[in-house]
């Protein structure tokens, strides 16, 4: 082997972005295990039909890397299991719980079936404050009312407003930061004050203000819309609207920081001399190499935003009844705490697990994508 | 020194400014008259428009803002939109000394408890000791203060109902009063207070402590045979709180975003929750008011952190 072909993989294997040049000859095979993590001796002679996975082994992209390492952090697969069984049961838990059990003969509402009372509104009120059973599967509140199935509403209302609020963020995270890194001026000098600002005001407090002060009229406007009803989830897109405004300028301010690191590399240097226009750029150099980053303070910051949700519903300013949701849940249950315990336990345990999980997933997302982090 | 001090002090200013005109400009956009909720039934136009008169809200904006903002300035925040003839200090004040003294214990719990553990952790890293404490951390630090709170609560009640003793679960003695009777219903809560803070300190402490333990400094010490004692706590950790002082101001932050959901939990007659019953009320200056106390609370923190840090670390007055 040439010395010069040895110096060139050995590139190849560190930096693993940069693309070897269809190489005569392979690496050496440590260097090959290094970068692709395999055990493997490599062909010496390569068959034309395989040379497409002699590339893949010769240079593992940045993704690939940390997709790899993701995997091999138990703590956080676990965590993303866990997220995927919630959203599973969110979403397909109440169809199917309501084809379950047949009809009740209520001595106060005549016969009712499955699909009413496992519904998360039903109240059934000579049936308070029961344990689990087979017709409730986690028991009644006081009211009356199904746990598991306000438990599952819940659940889909949480991730309703996090999906709103993370895309809120991302956007708007994404173009001022871009902005205010790429080109600086007065963008940046106001993402700078108003960031200061939003840091000094509590985010939660502003967010309580918000709902608070506007809630009671939107909750009747929104009403009308025909996805919300008017089943008490009206403050939804106010409690949402509220916490996005909070969170996209820390965001903005990691996006703005990785731009202008990512600004003076070579490779915009190179694109902007061969005539390459600002948005071009942007577009195509700045954005990609930004998901990362993206990818884990927005994992991240879905564990707040659920916290935060179920914090303005806990207090009484979000989600309303008959409407549910974990925070009014554990609200609702406050009162019984001494003679009901189980019923503000329930919620209170499935709300840790979720902000538990997301959390550990956006650690282990950090610590993929940024071995560095890692304390 | 001089020129940094004065150039946060300017920011500072711009901060308040900014928050009060939020605080404002949401009280004056909200939807709704709050004159009109509050006459409720007893709708009286002539009375209407006298208590409109009255409070200046027939004003142009900008002179109910300024209006305000001069008020503000001579500490004055205005009278109840609820309790007519109250002003909004007389219902402040009972609750400015609660939640100032749930926020002093609240800090010593972090930083008494926290930086040792974290220090600690350090020093034996990767023992059992770091593994458990460090677990412990992640979960209390990734946890809404709210779920803490709770899950007390119910430890609380499970042992009162086990053993018969009363324990209070919700209840506040007179504030900085430490007779037994004033001082058992404000362990639990204080605790949990601190609990984020704790869990946030002990991590940083850790972390920084064994940057420091690293150091070309402390293998010099060693190396010159000093006794590991006097390597940790004389060479080492004086070094390793320096970063710490730094992010009293997040631990301040923490603390008033705490403030709302212990106080609301525990029943704690303090800002918090008198801030929350005034968003429910719909009492304006009663939320301007405690916004913006709260704000400064968590402005002056970062400011004290700022000087704390001009203090620990000389280089920076250079700058």
Not at chain 2, 55 to 80: C, E, K, M, R, T
């Amino acid at each position: 082997m040439s010395m010069d072909a040895h110096q060139r993989s050995s590139e190849a294997a560190g930096e693993s972005f940069v693309k070897p040049d269809a190489g005569l000859q392979p690496p050496p095979a440590e260097l090959l295990e290094l970068a692709a993590g395999v055990s493997e001796t490599p062909p010496l002679a390569v068959p034309p039909g395989e040379e497409e996975l002699l590339q893949e082994r010769r240079a593992p992209s940045p993704l690939r890397e940390s997709l790899r390492r993701l995997r091999r952090d138990k703590r956080a697969m676990a965590s993303l299991g866990l997220i995927i069984f919630f959203v599973l049961v969110a979403f397909f838990g109440p169809p199917i719980y309501q084809h379950i059990g047949g009809i009740y003969q209520s001595p106060q509402n005549g016969p009712v079936p499955a699909s009413v009372y496992h519904s998360y509104y039903h109240e059934e009120l000579i049936r308070q404050d029961e344990g689990p059973s087979a017709q409730y599967w986690l028991g009644t509140d006081d009211l009356g009312r199904d746990i598991l199935a306000r438990l599952m509403q819940g659940m889909l209302v949480s991730i309703i407003v996090a999906t709103l609020v993370e895309v809120v963020d991302i956007v708007l995270g994404l173009i001022v930061g871009v902005l205010a890194g790429y080109f600086g001026g007065w963008i940046d000098q106001l993402l700078a004050r108003f960031t200061d600002l939003m840091f000094a005001f509590p985010g939660l407090l502003f967010a309580i203000m918000l709902t608070g002060i506007i809630g009671p009229g939107a909750s009747d406007a929104l009403a009308k819309l025909p996805i919300i009803g008017p089943n008490g989830n009206g403050r939804l897109l106010l409690v949402s609207l509220a916490l996005a405004i909070t969170v996209w300028p820390l965001m903005a301010r990691y996006v703005r920081g990785q731009t202008l690191q990512l600004k003076e590399q070579q490779f915009i240097e190179a694109a902007r001399t061969s005539g390459s226009s600002n948005l071009r750029i942007i577009f195509r150099h700045i954005i990609p190499n930004l998901m990362s980053i993206v990818v884990v303070a927005s994992t991240l910051n879905i564990s707040n935003t659920i916290i935060g949700e179920a914090g303005i519903s806990l207090l009484g300013l979000g989600v309303q009844a008959p409407g549910s949701s974990l925070g009014l849940m554990i609200s609702d249950a406050t009162p019984y705490i001494n003679t009901h315990p189980w019923e503000i336990l329930v919620p209170t345990t499935v709300l840790a697990l979720i902000v538990l999980a997301f959390s550990f997933l956006g650690d282990g997302l950090r610590d993929a994508f940024d071995p560095r982090s890692k304390d | 020194m001089l020129q940094f001090l004065v150039k946060r002090l300017i920011g500072l200013i711009f901060v308040i400014v900014g928050i009060t005109f939020i605080t404002f400009i949401m009280g004056y956009l909200a939807p709704g008259d709050p004159i009109r909720a509050q006459m409720g039934d007893h709708f009286d136009y002539h009375t209407w428009l006298m208590l409109r008169h009255a409070y200046g809200l027939d004003l142009p904006w900008y002179q109910q803002y300024y209006n305000y903002l001069v008020h503000l300035a001579h500490l004055d925040f205005g009278i109840s939109f609820k309790y007519q003839n109250r002003p909004v200090w007389d219902i402040l004040k009972d609750g400015v000394p609660v939640s100032l003294e749930l926020a002093f214990w609240g800090l010593i719990v972090e930083l008494l408890l926290g930086i040792p553990v974290g220090i600690l952790s350090a020093i034996r890293a990767n023992s059992w000791i770091d593994t458990l404490n460090m677990g412990v951390a992640l979960i209390i630090y990734a946890l809404p203060p709210f779920v803490i709170a709770i899950l007390a609560q119910v430890i609380i009640v499970w042992i009162d109902s086990k053993t018969g003793a009363s324990w209070p679960s919700s209840s506040w003695g007179a504030p900085w009063q430490y007779d037994w009777a004033d001082l058992q219903p404000k362990i639990v809560p204080i605790l949990v207070y601190g609990a984020a803070g704790y869990a946030y300190f002990a991590r940083l402490a850790r972390t920084t402590m064994l940057e420091v333990l690293r150091q070309d400094y402390v293998r010099t010490a060693r190396a010159k045979g000093l006794r590991e004692r006097v390597v940790i706590y004389w060479h080492a950790l004086r070094n390793a709180l320096i970063p710490l002082v730094t992010v009293l101001g997040v631990a301040i932050g923490l603390l008033v975003a705490g403030t709302f959901f212990i106080e609301q939990i525990f029943n704690i007659p303090g800002i918090g929750r008198i801030s929350l019953q005034s968003v429910i009320d719909l009492d304006y200056p009663v939320i301007q008011a405690t916004v913006v106390l709260l704000a400064v609370g968590v402005v002056v923190g970062n400011l004290i952190s700022d000087i704390l840090y001009t203090i620990v670390d000389p280089r920076i007055r250079l700058e």
